[in-house]
C-alpha cells in the first residue's frame, strides 16, 4: 500500500474507512447509533459516561438523525471529499491501540490483551490470547504492531 508521503500506520482512502465503520456499525444498517458508540469506547477501555456518548453523538452527527453514518464518520477521520485522508488518517486507532499496548512500546504483547480482555469481562486464557495475537502477527515478533493492528480493523492483506 503507498503512503502518498504520509506517515505509515494512517488510513489512506475511504475504502478503508468505510471497513473501519463497517467493524463499529454492529447490526450492519450503515448507520452508528449511540448504543454502538458507546460499545465501541468500552471494548476500547474506556469508561465513557452516557453524558459524553451524547456529546459525541451531538458533535459527531452533523445532521442530527441521531446516528452518525458514513459520511460523518468519514469527517471524524478527516477525509477529504477528494478520497483521501488530509491529516493523516484515523487517529482513533492509533488511540485504540495505545489503549491496550499497557507499557506504551507500541505493540500489544499476548499478555496486555489478556488482562485488557479480563477487565472488559471477557473469560479467556493467555494461551487464547497468544492464539489471537499469533492470528493477527504478520511479521511473526509476538506482537501484534499498528500495521499489523491497523489491518485487522480494516481487512486489508499484508
Keep these: 500500500m503507498a503512503t502518498n508521503g504520509r ?3 494512517y488510513l489512506e482512502d475511504i475504502d478503508e474507512v468505510k471497513r473501519v465503520f463497517d467493524r463499529f456499525d454492529a447490526n450492519g444498517v450503515g448507520k452508528i447509533s449511540a448504543s ?5 469506547t468500552k471494548s476500547l477501555g474506556s469508561d465513557t459516561s452516557k453524558e459524553e456518548i451524547s456529546r459525541m453523538m451531538e458533535e459527531f452527527d452533523t445532521d442530527h438523525d441521531g446516528f452518525i453514518n458514513l459520511e460523518e464518520f468519514a469527517g471524524i477521520c478527516k477525509v477529504g471529499s477528494g478520497g483521501t485522508a488530509d491529516d493523516g488518517g484515523l487517529k482513533e486507532l492509533h488511540d485504540a491501540l495505545e489503549l491496550y499496548d499497557q507499557d506504551k512500546d507500541g505493540r500489544i504483547s499476548a ?6 480482555l479480563n477487565r472488559l469481562g471477557e473469560r479467556c486464557s493467555i494461551e487464547e490470547c497468544a492464539e489471537m495475537i499469533k492470528s493477527i502477527d504478520s511479521d511473526g515478533d509476538g506482537f501484534v504492531s499498528f500495521e499489523e493492528f491497523k489491518r485487522m480493523m480494516t481487512n486489508t492483506k499484508p
Design 7 to 9: 506517515p505509515p500506520g
Design 111 to 116: 499478555a496486555e490483551l489478556y488482562q485488557n
Design 36 to 40: 454502538e458508540l458507546a460499545d465501541i
